[in-house]
């Protein structure tokens, strides 16, 4: 059997946000303190037994969530046509963290995305991890 780390960080970020055509109150200008759980595979170890640096999942991921940070997400590419649910987030945030992070032996597989500490999205693109 093919070995599999998966590997995992978390960022944080505050920001508000409206739902655009929701049916209800997050129609109106509202606020979260977002988690963003990053979720990386490597199939291989480097030669000091390191799938991928932590440091350099969690800069890329800090990197991303500070973009956003105390931040009005509307007025945001893409978020100024996009709608900014959570679940366009998460897929904003895996896009662009696998643009930075995916190399030869590892790889972005998922994030997941906490809008608040009982309710979120997990975004992947893969078949089967």
């Not at 100024?80 to 895996?94: K, L, S």
């Not at 963290?97 to 608040?116: C, F, I, M, P, Y």
Request: aromatic share 10%.
């Amino acid at each position: 059997m093919a070995a599999r780390y998966q590997l995992k960080v978390l960022a944080e970020f505050a920001s508000a946000h409206t739902l655009r055509d929701y049916p209800g109150a997050c129609a109106r200008m509202h606020g979260h303190n977002w988690k963003v759980e990053v979720e990386v595979t490597a199939r291989a170890l480097d030669e000091i037994g390191i799938g991928m640096d932590f440091k350099t999942i969690r800069a890329a991921a800090h990197e991303l969530a500070g973009r956003l940070d105390h931040r009005y997400l509307n007025d945001i590419e893409p978020f100024d046509r996009v709608n900014p649910t959570a679940e366009n987030i998460a897929a904003w945030f895996y896009r662009r963290l696998s643009e930075k992070l995916n190399g030869a032996t590892a790889r972005v597989t998922a994030v997941t995305l906490w809008e608040t500490d009982r309710a979120c999205v997990r975004y992947t693109e893969e078949e089967s991890v």
